[in-house]
């Protein structure tokens, strides 16, 4: 079966008490590329009863945050079922993750029991029994990722219009190894040559020979630094040949996006110990000083 999208919802066990943080939350999470996806904007649904909240709009993938749940919709693919499946699980459970490491939004979500639903009438009108179906092509798929301990079983639908759901239920170790089991999120790099922010604290403090080059606008420099050289983005192409090509050299911007166009530069110029701070310098704050200011 290859239906047209594929949700999955994971009740909060500690619900946010607001969802205000969550619209400046996800916005983050697209600037420093912590969901997988090609996520675009952040729209709030909090006004539409048993709406989907604060949604995370995406071109693959939309994740919405309510009081109740986290869910995530797989959409736009043609994948079989249970690989819809299996790329909406991990997800959710990596959003979780990043939900968790970004702080603002407090709230936690059970990852051993979860509802699933494949809405496609398309696939109702040509006599496909959606809920029987999906039973059948997901039943190995949450052995595989929760054990064999784990159950699946259609949800009665007291509205015959509602999508057909299955629920999923788990002891609550096995959603400790659920993401390990898929492999792990797959959040996507900000260039080829990305370190973390651990690795530059390792370099820093092991006071390793690396250069520093920070490519903000010097404007922004007033606001914070981490004491790199500073060549913004637009001047470095004019200003390579003040650089040492045999050097290492961490590049760093303030979220992650112009620092992997400066690596680029830097590689295609010859440079080929040059390195992207993954999320720049407002994931050194978030994960190492947070007296850096947020802006």
């Known amino acids: 079966m290859n ?30 590329g912590l969901v997988e996806g090609l996520v675009i904007d952040v729209a709030d649904y909090r006004h539409v009863p048993d709406g989907p909240g604060v949604l995370l709009v995406g071109h693959d993938v939309d994740y919405g945050v309510t009081k109740t749940a986290l869910t995530v919709t797989r959409k736009r693919t043609a994948a079989p079922l ?3 499946f299996r ?17 603002e939004l407090v709230a936690t979500f059970n990852r051993s029991a979860l509802t699933v639903a494949v809405p496609d009438r398309r696939l109702e009108q040509d006599g496909v029994d959606l809920a029987a179906d999906a039973l059948g092509e997901l039943a ?17 639908r007291a509205d015959s219009r509602r999508a057909p759901r299955l629920s999923v239920t788990a002891p609550a170790a096995a959603g400790d190894r659920a993401l390990e089991r898929l492999g792990g999120a797959r959040i996507p790099g900000q260039s080829a040559w990305d370190i973390r922010v651990e690795d530059l604290l390792h370099l820093r403090e092991g006071d390793a020979d690396f250069l520093l080059l920070d490519v903000r606008e010097e404007s922004e420099l007033e606001i914070a630094t981490l004491g790199g050289r500073n060549i913004p983005l637009a001047d470095l192409e004019e200003n390579l040949d003040q650089l040492d090509r045999d050097a290492h050299i961490v590049v760093h911007c303030r979220a992650g996006r112009r620092g992997a166009k400066a690596t680029t530069t ?6 080929e110990n040059a390195w992207n701070l993954n999320g720049g310098l407002m994931a050194w704050r978030d994960r190492v000083d947070p007296s850096i200011p947020q802006y």
């Open 87 to 103: 790329d909406a699980v991990r997800m959710a459970l990596g959003a979780m993750d990043s939900i968790a490491y970004d702080g």
């Open 3 to 32: 239906p047209s999208r594929v949700s999955v919802s994971f009740a909060a066990t500690e619900p946010p008490g607001s969802l205000d943080p969550a619209i400046p939350v996800f916005h983050r999470l697209i600037q420093r």
């Open 140 to 156: 190995p798929v949450v052995a595989e990722i929760w054990g064999d301990d784990a159950t699946i079983a259609e949800v009665e």
């Open 266 to 271: 830097l590689r295609e110029a010859g440079f």
């Open 82 to 84: 249970a690989e819809q």
